[in-house]
């Protein structure tokens, strides 16, 4: 019982949508929005406070007429608070621990936690022959064009160049 059922008369959960080709739910606004948020999707627990929430906000970098939209992505660790751990900005960049991402995917953990884990991994597990690849990092193919690089305290320490050279220090 409660379920709503919208183009069906016998929905299965809370909210079904659906339609004879692809269902789509939309939020709008009667007025134009130029700053600010434009909307969230939230999730609450049983205490009426937000747990999860997704909410689309306007990148101003636009023009007021021509603004563009942000997704960005909030959770609440055991105990905390709703803080926003992604955001997919309007032009395409995605930033994990940043809310303003300089490349396509910016992933930055300064926050302190455990300062003896790694910030990110990549395993691939599979032993089948010829398919347990880790990471495959390509780029320009000269001397002018790191397709590797490590850096320390801002400084390069270890890169592989396009034209195959390994500069190490």
Known sequence: GGNVGI???LPAVNLQVEAAGAPAIAMSSSVSITSGSRGDLAWYNDGVSTVANIR????????????????????????????Q????????????????PGKLLSVIGADGRNVTTYLAEI??????????????????????HHLFQVNA?????????????????
Request: net charge negative; hydrophobic share 30%.
């Open 56 to 83: 689309a906000d306007t990148d101003t970098s636009g023009t007021p007429d021509n603004v563009g939209t942000d997704l960005t992505f909030f959770t609440r660790a055991i105990g905390g608070s709703l803080t």
């Open 7 to 9: 183009g069906t008369s």
């Open 153 to 169: 305290s801002g400084s390069a320490v270890f890169a592989i160049k396009g034209d195959g050279n390994v500069g190490i220090g």
């Open 123 to 144: 395993v691939n597990n599979d032993n089948t022959s010829d398919q347990g690849h880790g990471l495959l990092v390509g780029g320009g193919n000269n001397a002018n």
């Open 85 to 100: 751990k992604m955001v997919i900005k309007g032009g395409g960049n995605v930033g994990i621990g940043t809310a303003s």
